[in-house]
């Protein structure tokens, strides 16, 4: 199986604030990533697609890049409904795996 | 609009099955897959099964097969999760998530609730 890792676990940052989300594939999974993002009591969302294309809906200030084993998502300008936690997912093997989450939190 | 709305929450008995309903609106039911996921306490999203709503095909993630079962009724265009031999270690939220080309999960149910307990 890919394994998949994030880092950090956890961090807490202020409004404005840009943020970086590392994520790693234990393989190559060229560009078949995405991000999720999970709020208490709200129903998961799909960000970003394909490594780098952004859902429609979702906020400019949310980019991912990466390719290969290594992936990024950055959040430009911190708002404080971006609280949660953050997902990466691989789809180029079965079977899909995700990382382990990053917490985001306000200081 | 499009939206998944699970069943509600369950306890369920040691070496009990459970079956979790899944029910799609605001898109034509069996032309997307639909995925099964699951995230137990303080656990990372697992992904379980994956069926083809329209002629059925399954994939299943090594780990729960033999034990979960994918059905559906275009009908009700409702898709159904069935788990079996319940332990402790499956009591987690389980959610159904649209497969969107086979690359990702676009729309997610809000999670069913599943406690295996005695």
């Known amino acids: 199986d890919v394994q998949m890792t994030q880092s950090p676990s956890s961090l807490s940052a202020s409004v404005g604030d840009t943020i970086n989300i590392s994520c790693q594939a234990s393989q190559d999974i060229s560009n078949h990533l995405n991000w999720y993002q999970l709020k208490t009591g709200k129903v998961p969302k799909l960000l970003i697609s394909d490594a780098s294309i952004l859902e429609t809906g979702v906020p400019s200030r949310f980019s991912g890049s990466g390719s290969g084993t290594d992936f990024l998502l950055t959040i430009n300008s911190l708002q404080p409904e971006d609280i949660g936690t953050y997902y990466c997912q691989q789809y180029a093997f079965l079977p899909l795996t995700f990382g382990p989450g990053t917490k985001a939190d306000m200081k | 609009q499009v939206q998944l709305v699970q069943s509600g929450a369950e306890v369920i008995k040691p070496g009990a099955s459970v079956k979790v309903a899944c029910k799609a609106s605001?898109?034509?039911?069996?032309?997307?897959?639909m995925h099964w996921v699951r995230q137990a306490p303080g656990q990372r999203l697992e992904w379980m099964a994956w069926?083809?709503?329209?002629?059925?095909?399954?994939k299943y993630s090594q780990k729960f097969q033999g034990r979960v079962t994918l059905t559906g009724d275009a009908s009700a265009s409702t898709a159904y999760m069935q788990l079996s031999s319940l332990r402790s270690e499956d009591t987690a939220v389980y959610y159904c998530?649209?497969?969107?080309?086979?690359?990702?999960?676009?729309?997610w149910g809000q999670g069913t609730t599943v406690i295996v307990s005695s």
């Open positions: 998530a649209r497969d969107r080309d086979g690359k990702a999960m676009d729309v």
């Open positions: 069926v083809n709503s329209a002629n059925g095909n399954r």
């Open positions: 605001g898109y034509t039911f069996t032309s997307y897959a």
